[in-house]
């Protein structure tokens, strides 16, 4: 289905679309037909027996469902340097690196041209339906994206993130402006080695070209919010650097001030207007349209953890519609936005049943009696494409063309309706809980929740929260939750242990409540840090090899997490603790 770039055809892209849609069992079957005997010559596959066969059923009796976890020893070899097909056909020259948020440190995912190819078909389908609302111009596209420093592994591979993958991929930049979504910075700027000279000269590539910019995206949401935080800090610099046409000294790689000194031409009449508009702004509100009198939306994805960052996006946007990106991870896509006139909190995704093949765990299933997810009492049975029903709760298993077969990949999505006989998914949480003690069972969703109840006070105040996190303290008995905050501006001791015994009253799970008015569970405790903690936090990730356009905030941090959890201690300045359950 992918178009070549020079013929892209948007009634083209959606024929094809609901053609695919409209028998998708028959299109998995040819999709798992397709990946096994691309790689029937692995290694993997072999050893399981499946002996050439290429249907569903033979598929699902010889291969385990697998985690990240049973893939290492495989994997490990790749990148050792092991050139045999041991998990594809064709050799693996390049992995993928998680952004390592979840568990503190990146995975190894393995990528290939498939990969690219599933993307671009992710992204040609998603635009199409984006356009056909939304139609834009030929311009450019404000785009917050940053590659990932390139590691060389001991075997010579090349690891970085996904999103790196697909920016330094050939056909991308050719995509792009077929999609009329061309980047506006140079490549200088994506690839630079400090994040804070590219997102300076993001910015400042934006306001050059502000008459042409169609739309502002990133890959999260929280890149987007971050660019403008930046923006309120350096907007005069901004100013006198077009005014004059010179580039502040504060960036000092040669390869991005050469690349800008290209664009920068002094323009005291641009400068004069933006300083205007900046000024005229009531708290920044409605900032991005003013930069930006031609955006006709943002872009990005801003559901599952990225949703806590959609007020300040739309304090951002004022009028502007926030559109949500695609479903997909550092393994691969999924998905499609397909309704993006839906808000980002009702967005759902259809499924493209070519690009994969996938398979759906009932959540009843691997729940135990507490309602806890327990991957261990019973072997599940995952569930076809087009068997799910709709208002059910799955975990998705994902087999791609590039050496993931039944791969479990942690998410929890919620059947809401069907396009032609594909379902459209809407993201609920990572399948692992995310704070639990006893018999309670906080997600990410409950967690969000409670913080934006708490908001609503410091709001009040005016004040906002600015990024925050979580852990469960086992330290001493009984164990308790602790939520750290980081705010906007100071708030009085009174307001702030409001906001702990209102986030303490705002996680409603019977099994929480019931345990803190019996006390196997303690008084919740909120741990104020200073300004920077989570900037700290960004910057302990892009150490790690992280892109900042791939990055999320821990929103609860493990043991083994001993370095987010050492940042966030050191900089608590104070400490509240409940006393909802006196």
Same mark, same amino acid.
């Given at each position: *289905? ?61 291969v ?9 020893p495989?994997? $490990? ?28 440190? +990146? ?12 993307? *671009?078909q ?44 697909v ?32 997102? $300076? ?30 923006f ?22 040669p ?22 508009k900046?000024r ?8 991005? +349209?003013?930069?930006? +009198? ?18 300040k ?12 990106a695609? $479903? ?11 309704n ?12 493209l ?17 507490k309602g806890?997810?327990?991957f ?6 995952? *569930? ?13 298993? *994902? ?19 069907f396009?032609?006989?594909? +379902? ?13 003690i006893?018999?309670?069972k906080?997600?990410e ?9 708490a ?25 308790? $939750? ?6 906007s ?6 307001l ?39 900037q ?15 990055y ?25 603790l ?5």
């Amino acid at each position: *289905m992918l178009e070549k770039v020079g013929e892209f055809n948007m009634d083209k892209v959606i024929q094809e679309f609901e053609l695919l849609t409209r028998d998708a069992e028959r299109v998995q079957r040819e999709t798992l037909k397709r990946i096994l005997e691309d790689n029937a010559s692995a290694e993997y596959l072999q050893s399981l027996g499946l002996n050439g066969r290429t249907d569903p059923e033979s598929f699902k009796a010889c291969v385990p469902l697998v985690t990240h976890k049973e893939l290492e020893p495989y994997i $490990y070899r790749i990148i050792d340097g092991d050139a045999s097909p041991i998990l594809t056909g064709k050799p693996i020259t390049t992995m993928s690196l998680s952004s390592g948020t979840t568990q503190g440190k +990146p995975k190894y995912v393995p990528w290939n041209d498939e990969l690219y190819e599933t993307t *671009m078909q992710i992204y040609q389908t998603s635009f199409v339906f984006r356009n056909r609302e939304f139609p834009i111009k030929n311009g450019k596209a404000l785009s917050f994206i940053y590659g990932s420093k390139q590691l060389k592994t001991k075997g010579g591979l090349a690891a970085r993130t996904a999103t790196s993958n697909v920016f330094c991929s050939a056909g991308y930049k050719c995509a792009m402006r077929a999609l009329q979504s061309q980047c506006c910075s140079p490549d200088e700027v994506i690839f630079g080695p400090d994040f804070f000279q590219s997102l $300076y000269c993001h910015l400042l590539c934006g306001l050059i070209f502000r008459e042409e910019v169609q739309f502002v995206s990133s890959t999260f949401a929280h890149s987007i919010v971050h660019a403008f935080r930046t923006f309120e800090q350096v907007w005069e610099e901004l100013c006198n650097d077009i005014r004059e046409g010179v580039l502040t000294r504060n960036v000092t790689i040669p390869s991005i001030r050469m690349a800008m000194s290209k664009l920068l031409k002094p323009n005291p009449e641009l400068a004069n207007t933006i300083h205007q508009k900046c000024r005229g702004l009531s708290n920044w509100y409605g900032l991005i +349209p003013e930069l930006f +009198p031609n955006a006709k939306y943002i872009y990005g994805i801003m559901t599952g953890s990225m949703e806590p960052y959609l007020k300040k996006m739309r304090h951002y946007a004022g009028e502007l519609p926030l559109l949500t990106a695609d $479903y997909g991870s550092s393994e691969g896509w999924i998905a499609a936005n397909v309704n993006p006139q839906l808000p980002p909190e009702y967005a759902t995704y259809a499924v493209l049943p070519h690009i994969g093949y996938f398979e759906f765990i009932p959540l009843s299933e691997f729940e135990n009696t507490k309602g806890e997810p327990d991957f261990l009492c019973v072997d599940p049975k995952p *569930m076809g494409l087009t068997e799910v029903k709709v208002g059910e709760e799955y975990e998705i298993v *994902m087999t791609n063309p590039a050496g993931l077969y039944r791969y479990r990949l942690g998410d929890v999505v919620k059947v809401m309706g069907f396009h032609n006989s594909t +379902p459209e998914l809407k993201f609920i949480r990572r399948s692992s809980l995310l704070l639990n003690i006893n018999i309670d069972k906080n997600t990410e969703k409950d967690l969000q929740l409670a913080v934006e109840a708490a908001g609503k006070l410091l709001a009040e105040e005016k004040l906002e929260v600015v990024d925050f996190s979580s852990q469960v303290d086992l330290s001493k008995e009984p164990g308790h $939750y602790v939520i750290f905050w980081e705010i906007s501006g100071e708030a009085s001791q009174e307001l702030l242990l409001e906001c702990c015994n209102c986030l303490d009253k705002s996680f409603v799970d019977a099994g929480y409540t019931s345990s803190r008015k019996v006390n196997c569970i303690g008084a919740l405790e909120l741990r104020l840090v200073r300004r920077g903690t989570f900037q700290k936090i960004l910057d302990h990730y892009l150490g790690l090899g992280t892109a900042v356009s791939q990055y999320k905030t821990p929103r609860c941090v493990g043991p083994t997490n001993t370095r987010v959890l050492q940042i966030l201690s050191e900089n608590v300045v104070n400490n509240y603790l409940s006393t909802a359950f006196n």
